[in-house]
T-cell receptor
Framework: EPEVTQTPSHQVTQMGQEVILRCVPI?????FYWYRQILGQKVEFLVS????????KSEIFDDQFSVERPDGSNFTLKIRSTKLEDSAMYFC??????????FGPGTRLTVT | KNEVEQSPQNLTAQEGEFITINCSYS?????LHWLQQHPGGGIVSLFM???GKKKHGRLIATINIQEKHSSLHITASHPRDSAVYIC???????????FGEGTQLTVNP
């Protein structure tokens, strides 16, 4: 069965450093998403991506965040200058059209 | 403003019991997703519903569009069903999900 993959599974970084989280969505899917979950809290939407551009973003997704689909398979989330409060589990998801979302296993980001 | 609300927050059951988790959602949500989050953090999609009822094994999901309410039922619960169950609403046409707080289910042997 096709699956969404994410790397790395765990990333530790120092405050102020840039991080790039990587996702490989399912190949025939059209919509891509990043969500995050701070420990003990609910999952929150960050950004959606369709047709090579951002289709929607939340208030969390400020200028420190960016997304790219550089080569037609990878989908990346970049945080330019990490803060302590960016520590969370980051999930990538993709869908074909209006069907169920397939989630990746997540990247646990720890900012120290 | 909470667009998706779940209850209960925590649920403990004995193996074999019938379990119900409830979800209410606001106007504008066109489909309702039920997700399962394992202790390691991974999220698995269980159902997507826009009307009626769906069944997969011992899991049943129902939705009442008029009342904006959905339920997830687990029949003959088992300790391996222990997980967080999350209700999430989707706006039309491939839009992002809005998540409920989740229900921590513990099934004791």
């Amino acid at each position: 069965e096709p699956e969404v993959t994410q790397t790395p599974s765990h990333q530790v970084t120092q405050m102020g450093q840039e991080v790039i989280l990587r996702c490989v969505p399912i190949s025939n899917h059209l919509y891509f998403y990043w969500y995050r979950q701070i420990l003990g809290q609910k999952v929150e939407f960050l950004v959606s991506f369709y047709n090579n551009e951002i289709s929607e973003k939340s208030e969390i997704f400020d200028d420190q965040f960016s997304v790219e689909r550089p080569d037609g398979s990878n989908f990346t989330l970049k945080i330019r200058s990490t803060k302590l409060e960016d520590s969370a589990m980051y999930f990538c998801a993709s869908i074909e059209v209006a069907y169920e979302q397939y989630f990746g296993p997540g990247t646990r980001l720890t900012v120290t | 403003k909470n667009e998706v609300e779940q209850s209960p927050q925590n649920l403990t059951a004995q193996e074999g019991e019938f379990i119900t988790i409830n979800c209410s959602y606001s106007v504008g949500i066109s489909a309702l997703h039920w997700l399962q989050q394992h202790p390691g953090g991974g999220i698995v999609s269980l159902f997507m519903l826009s009307s009626g009822k769906k069944k997969h094994g011992r899991l049943i999901a129902t939705i009442n569009i008029q009342e904006k309410h959905s339920s997830l039922h687990i029949t003959a619960s088992h300790p391996r069903d222990s997980a967080v169950y999350i209700c999430a609403g989707a706006l039309p046409s491939g839009s992002r999900l809005t998540f409920g707080e989740g229900t921590q289910l513990t099934v004791n042997p």
